[in-house]
């Protein structure tokens, strides 16, 4: 067993192209933790590998949906985008939807994604093929970062109110508010790009 150590944050794309090069130089994902990933030796390209958000999901839709996954034949991974040691936790997540909006440990908390492996079979592994799906799946990440960027500006205006503007506080919610926000951006355009291209596709 090779054991890697690897914060990707939110940023599932990378942690995809990361996950597939390790697959590529023959290792196989058997285990996950909040920092590290654990593989075993395979065969070159035996494997491939998607990351998908799930955080939006209540815990039982979550649940049908991992159970979907598996009677494809799929093995599913679950990993964490935050990296929180408490125990005993109830999460607001506004990006969520329904149930979704609630999380708590034990459930889904610290499950905001799944790493789903498929036996190679010399086809491309896609999990939304319609631009229209496309643009449905990436929209709760985006709203995920929007989150992250609105709390931090608020805190950030918040901590210039009690404190001042030279407060270490204001300087750092303010930076993250900012850089939380280009993601925001960044998937905005991909959303509106598979909107355009599925108007196409009808």
């Not at 054991?3 to 196989?28: C, I, P, S, V």
């Amino acid at each position: 067993m090779k054991r890697y150590y690897r914060y990707f944050n939110g940023f599932l794309d990378t942690q995809e192209k990361w996950l597939n090069k390790m697959a590529h130089k023959g290792l196989r994902l058997i285990g996950t933790g909040k920092l590290y990933y654990d593989f075993e030796p395979c065969t070159a390209d035996e494997y491939q590998y998607c990351v998908e958000f799930t955080a939006h999901r209540s815990y039982r839709n979550e649940q049908d949906y991992r159970r979907f996954l598996e009677d494809l034949g799929y093995h599913v991974f679950y990993k964490n985008i935050n990296w929180n040691y408490s125990i005993g936790k109830v999460t607001f997540r506004p990006y969520g939807h329904g149930k979704g909006k609630i999380v708590t440990k034990p459930g889904n908390y610290d499950k905001e994604l799944f790493i789903i492996e498929k036996k190679n079979d010399g086809q491309p592994f896609v999990l939304h093929t319609l631009f229209s799906d496309k643009a449905a799946y990436y929209k709760p990440v985006r709203n995920a970062w929007l989150s992250l960027s609105l709390l931090s500006l608020f805190c950030s205006i918040n901590s210039l109110i009690r404190i001042g503007v030279h407060s270490k506080e204001f300087i750092i919610f303010l930076i993250s508010g900012f850089a939380a926000f280009v993601p925001v951006y960044l998937y905005h355009k991909q959303i509106r790009s598979f909107l355009r291209k599925a108007e196409i596709e009808e």
